[in-house]
């Protein structure tokens, strides 16, 4: 019986997307894009959109998708311009995210936190929210904020980092709009 094939790892897919030069009509940059996309490396959708469009400027919208991911966004108030930016960006980018909203509900503190995990080791938590709510963008399963970056967790990996204030009640819910 042949052994069963590996996958690449991402950072093996994310070199080669990288270091192989579309060819002049190559088709291949809308795929290329998407690659980048799904890998959560900002500058290499970038580089892609402004070959796939043949310019040298980024338009506002991508600079404002840069923007979202930056860390000084990792601060309570910032999450409705980012997950504005990072929704907009998905979508000029041909895909369908939702806008979805955390409320804390209860008589408690509206305090929600965010544990930042690096490598499998708690590395800060952030305060996400002072007044109950947060805005985040939801995309395949994904959700996407200043705090998870441009590559996203998995839904389940994001509400297992969210720690609410002690007696109150995550509710979250798609909005359709912030």
């Not at 580089?47 to 966004?73: C, H, I, Y």
């Not at 980012?82 to 408690?108: M, Q, S, W």
Request: proline letters at 7%; aromatic letters at 8%.
């Amino acid at each position: 019986m042949a052994p069963a094939a590996r996958a690449s790892p991402p950072s093996m897919v994310g070199a080669a997307v990288k270091s192989t030069p579309p060819a002049p009509g190559d088709s291949s940059i809308q795929a290329r894009l998407k690659a980048c996309l799904l890998l959560g490396d900002v500058q290499c959708v970038v580089a892609q959109w402004m070959l796939l469009k043949g310019t040298d400027k980024v338009p506002e919208w991508l600079s404002r998708f840069q923007w979202a991911f930056e860390t000084s966004n990792r601060q309570a108030g910032q999450c409705p311009k980012v997950a504005k930016a990072i929704h907009e960006g998905l979508t000029r980018l041909g895909e369908r995210p939702e806008f979805y909203r955390l409320t804390l509900v209860g008589e408690h503190r509206k305090f929600l936190g965010f544990d930042e995990i690096v490598k499998g080791v708690l590395v800060k938590s952030h305060q996400v929210t002072t007044n109950g709510l947060h805005f985040v963008v939801r995309l395949q399963g994904r959700i996407f904020d200043a705090y998870t970056g441009p590559a996203g967790l998995p839904e389940e990996e994001y509400v297992r980092r969210l720690i609410p204030y002690p007696g109150m009640k995550l509710v979250m819910e798609t909005v359709d709009s912030i």
